[in-house]
């Protein structure tokens, strides 16, 4: 890729994180209050309602179910910043046009979208984690965390956008929601161990993004060592995504 090449993708990047941020800006105590409401909930219900006093796996089961519900978090605040908004805009408001007649590359918006998707979710982990320190609990929070956190944004920030590209009707985004998204923040380790389920299901289970990010960033705050199979997996989804995204995106421009 030459300098100038580069130099107008970054630019195309740029361009549409600025937009995404007036937005987020305008919106912010709206979009701050929607996206905390139900990690807030169940951070009251199942870990100081049911998890005061309570052991689980070593540990307090506070401390066990604080970075499944992080995780979870991120999950449905990338998710959601990227697919419903860019499904009402290609299906509805027909904005979604103004991208692809816009000299910027098809690379440019998909980088820019799923990374604008990314930093919504981080942003939302990040205050997830701002209220566990308010409640007194302490975890041991590094940059690895962080580094995890932010491969699991960008992995379902990528899936959104892939879904609002591929979908037909903006109920699609609904269904996405209630067959993909709302079993995996149950049932990928986020509220209980693994260890339980049945060994073929459980098996599948484990495949899934979530409950890398859920393990991983569960070994990481309880200081257990480097999820190095957990970020490579991580890794791997949010390429696939991104790659899925973007061979979507050229199909929708054609």
Same mark, same amino acid.
């Given at each position: ?47 100081f309602g049911l998890g005061r006093g309570i052991r689980f796996e070593g540990t307090s089961y ?40 816009? !000299? ?63 979908i037909q009707s903006h109920s699609d985004v609904t269904k996405f929601n209630s067959f993909v ?18 060994? !073929? ?25 480097? !999820? ?27």
């Amino acid at each position: 890729m030459s300098k100038a090449t580069t130099l107008s993708l970054w630019n195309g990047v740029q361009t549409i994180l600025w937009q995404e941020y007036l937005l987020f800006e305008r919106r912010f105590w709206r979009n701050m209050a929607s996206t905390m409401v139900t990690p807030l909930l169940y951070l009251i219900a199942f870990g100081f309602g049911l998890g005061r006093g309570i052991r689980f796996e070593g540990t307090s089961y506070l401390e066990f179910v604080i970075p499944g519900i992080v995780a979870l978090t991120t999950m449905n605040g990338s998710f959601n910043a990227v697919a419903t908004p860019v499904n009402i805009a290609r299906m509805y408001d027909k904005t979604f046009e103004e991208y692809l007649t816009a !000299p910027i590359s098809m690379l440019a918006i998909t980088s820019g979208r799923i990374l604008a998707g990314a930093l919504r979710g981080l942003f939302s982990g990040t205050m997830m984690l701002v209220l566990t320190l308010l409640f007194g609990v302490h975890l041991k929070i590094t940059p690895l965390f962080f580094l995890m956190l932010f491969l699991n944004c960008l992995l379902f920030a990528g899936f959104g956008f892939w879904a609002a590209l591929t979908i037909q009707s903006h109920s699609d985004v609904t269904k996405f929601n209630s067959f993909v998204i709302n079993p995996m923040s149950f049932l990928c380790g986020t509220f209980f161990s693994l260890q339980s389920i049945p060994g !073929p299901l459980a098996l599948f289970l484990k495949i899934l993004p979530l409950t890398h990010t859920t393990t991983g960033l569960r070994a990481i705050a309880s200081g257990q060592g480097v !999820p190095w199979w957990n970020l490579t997996a991580l890794a791997f989804f949010a390429s696939l995504f991104f790659l899925l995204s973007l061979r979507a995106c050229y199909q929708v421009e054609d």
